[in-house]
């Protein structure tokens, strides 16, 4: 019996992710085990809504992944505090439906909402090294480069198409992580390069203003809004 293991752009994210959160805490010197504690809950939490709701008892990989992200970006957050916010991931992607389909990046509503209600923001403490470039091959996996690609070139030319924007390795983690999850994305090509480009603006546009929120969580949330609408431009 030969056994083939078969990886797909889910298992390759939690891969990467890990790597990169391994490398990030190497070069501080500090282990964070709210990293592995919870992604665990986040899958345990959406586990049982999936068996409730369907009696499904498929491996949530999607909660997993929106786990590691809110624990390598806002790894200053106290235990409890990032338990709520893996819990608000979960509710949200199951309770904030439009015709039975995501609306919102459930990593990234649940960073808004818990940045609002204690007072923090994310320190996007896993984005430090070129390591952050390995997502380039999951964000081609999922058909997403268009987005990635459209933000980042938009943001470095908002951004005085400098040297330190060329080397953002926050924005590049954000591009090819974040802005192109595939359930909250558009699928037509010219759609994708739209909803990059505004994210870049509407960040922009949020950074200049000194509102107290984090200019890349709070633009893509606002362009997921629009998915349905620019899956109609051709």
Same mark, same amino acid.
């Given at each position: 019996?030969?056994?083939?293991?078969?990886?797909?752009?889910?298992?390759?994210?939690?891969? +990467?992710? /890990?790597?990169?959160?391994?490398?990030?805490?190497?070069?501080?010197?500090?282990?964070?085990?709210?990293?592995?504690?919870?992604?665990?809950?986040?899958?345990?939490?959406?586990?049982?809504?999936?068996?409730?709701?369907?009696?499904?008892?498929?491996?949530? +990989?999607?909660?997993?992944?929106?786990? $590691?992200?809110?624990?390598s970006?806002?790894p200053? $957050?106290?235990?409890?505090?990032?338990?709520?916010?893996a819990?608000?991931?979960?509710?949200?992607?199951?309770?904030?439906?439009?015709?039975?389909?995501h609306?919102?990046?459930?990593?990234?509503?649940?960073?808004?909402?818990?940045?609002?209600? +204690?007072?923090?923001?994310?320190?996007?403490?896993?984005?430090?090294?070129?390591?952050?470039?390995?997502?380039?091959l999951?964000?081609?996996?999922v058909?997403?480069?268009?987005?990635?690609?459209?933000?980042?070139? +938009?943001?470095? $030319?908002?951004?005085?198409?400098?040297?330190?924007?060329?080397?953002?390795?926050?924005?590049?983690?954000?591009?090819?992580?974040?802005?192109?999850?595939?359930?909250?994305?558009?699928?037509?090509?010219?759609?994708?390069?739209?909803?990059?480009?505004?994210?870049?603006?509407?960040?922009?546009?949020?950074?200049?203003?000194?509102?107290?929120?984090?200019?890349?969580?709070?633009a /893509? $949330?606002?362009?997921?809004?629009?998915?349905?609408y620019?899956?109609?431009?051709?």
């Amino acid at each position: 019996m030969e056994f083939q293991l078969k990886l797909d752009e889910y298992h390759y994210m939690i891969i +990467f992710l /890990l790597v990169s959160t391994a490398v990030a805490m190497y070069q501080a010197g500090q282990f964070y085990p709210q990293v592995i504690v919870i992604p665990v809950i986040a899958a345990v939490a959406d586990f049982a809504v999936n068996y409730y709701k369907n009696k499904r008892k498929d491996i949530p +990989f999607s909660a997993i992944i929106s786990g $590691l992200i809110i624990a390598s970006i806002m790894p200053q $957050l106290s235990l409890p505090v990032q338990v709520i916010a893996a819990l608000l991931a979960v509710v949200q992607k199951h309770v904030i439906r439009w015709k039975g389909s995501h609306i919102f990046n459930p990593a990234a509503f649940s960073v808004l909402i818990t940045s609002l209600l +204690f007072s923090t923001a994310p320190s996007w403490w896993i984005a430090v090294s070129p390591v952050v470039l390995v997502f380039l091959l999951t964000a081609n996996m999922v058909r997403r480069l268009p987005i990635a690609v459209s933000f980042y070139a +938009f943001h470095v $030319l908002l951004s005085g198409a400098s040297i330190a924007a060329m080397l953002d390795y926050t924005a590049i983690f954000f591009a090819l992580v974040m802005a192109v999850e595939p359930k909250t994305t558009p699928l037509s090509q010219k759609g994708m390069v739209v909803f990059g480009a505004w994210i870049a603006v509407l960040s922009a546009v949020v950074h200049y203003t000194g509102l107290s929120i984090d200019p890349f969580i709070i633009a /893509l $949330l606002v362009m997921n809004i629009f998915r349905r609408y620019l899956n109609t431009i051709k």
